[in-house]
């Protein structure tokens, strides 16, 4: 793995609701974003981990400029995205795409998978006549495992591995380097979970992608990702490689996250406590630092 930053997120806030908010008068200020700053380096997998509302998926659709920041800024490939306008932003939502968590949410139940895996590629007029690009369908389906002669069919079709792996052939058809994926396998029945994190391996090794990988599940974490960022209120409280991370956590609130992984042995899990965490008294002040507690190693002060 190359040290090369894809991707660099610096300060980076997201802010809804609020006094000054169309649809949030008269509601409490949500900082889901909360003055993050991180980089996501060539080809690595980068895994985001917190528990439900701490900012994950908002942190990942800003970064893909779904959704405007309220602050901060956001370079890819050493470009500033933050500020461009749609049409300059164009050619780099092409290089980044985001794979969700519910597959039968996300496939348009009028539209042939096939169609729907080439419909991107009309958009960006990316590949030549539709033969063309009908090639390239064959293509990506056999790519992520799919029988090329499944194109013609509808989604009700297909179980929710397979229509994971629809989209994951729809995000690849613009030859990303960069891919969110926000809890992609949650939302997939256990035996099927293990093939997508296979497949994401292999797409990572063949094409040489660059993942952000939200998840709350830390045993796939742990075996999928090169590096953890924990995010705790909207805050990145830990950063750091896998093994660091998971053999010396720093944060309290990492403790307390890697504490309440199931332990396979019902005799080790019978003994075992979870370790509280009091987000009273652990609060972050504004404006504390991220400091270094090992190789490449943060933990937020
Ligand atoms: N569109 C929105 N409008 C208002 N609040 C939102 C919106 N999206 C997310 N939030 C709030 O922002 C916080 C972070 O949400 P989210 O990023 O979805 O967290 P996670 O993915 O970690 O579960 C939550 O408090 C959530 O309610
Ligand atoms: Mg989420």
Request: aromatic share 6%; proline share 6%.
């Amino acid at each position: 793995m190359s040290a090369t930053t894809l991707l660099k997120v610096s300060d980076l806030q997201k802010t809804f609701g609020g006094k000054g908010g169309l649809l949030g008068r008269g509601r409490p200020e949500v900082r889901a974003v909360d003055h993050v700053s991180f980089e996501v380096r060539q080809g690595e997998t980068l895994g985001l981990v917190g528990e439900s509302g701490s900012g994950k998926s908002t942190t990942g659709r800003v970064l893909l400029q779904l959704e405007h920041p309220t602050g901060g800024e956001i370079e890819f490939e050493g470009n500033r995205l933050t500020g461009l306008s749609k049409s300059a932003l164009k050619p780099f939502r092409r290089k980044m795409q985001i794979i969700f968590q519910d597959p039968y949410a996300s496939l348009n139940p009028r539209m042939t998978v096939g169609d729907f895996v080439e419909e991107p590629m009309i958009v960006h007029r990316l590949v030549g006549g539709r033969a063309e690009r009908r090639a390239r369908v064959a293509e990506l389906f056999d790519l992520v495992g799919l029988d090329p002669s499944f194109a013609r069919r509808y989604p009700h079709e297909f179980s929710g591995g397979q229509r994971q792996r629809i989209n994951i052939a729809r995000a690849l058809a613009l030859e990303p380097s960069f891919i969110v994926a926000d809890e992609p396998i949650t939302a997939l029945d256990v035996s099927i979970q293990a093939q997508i994190v296979n497949l994401f391996q292999d797409l990572q090794e063949r094409l040489g992608l660059t993942y952000l990988f939200i998840a709350h599940d830390l045993s796939m974490i742990r075996y999928l990702c090169h590096r953890v960022a924990v995010m705790l209120r909207g805050k990145i409280v830990e950063i750091g490689p896998t093994e660091a991370i998971f053999a010396n956590p720093q944060h309290a609130y990492t403790r307390a996250l890697l504490s309440a992984i199931p332990v396979p042995d019902p005799d080790v899990e019978s003994q075992r406590h979870a370790i509280a965490f009091d987000y009273e008294t652990q609060k972050s002040p504004d404006g504390a630092e991220m400091r270094p507690v090992g190789p490449d190693h943060y933990v937020l002060a």
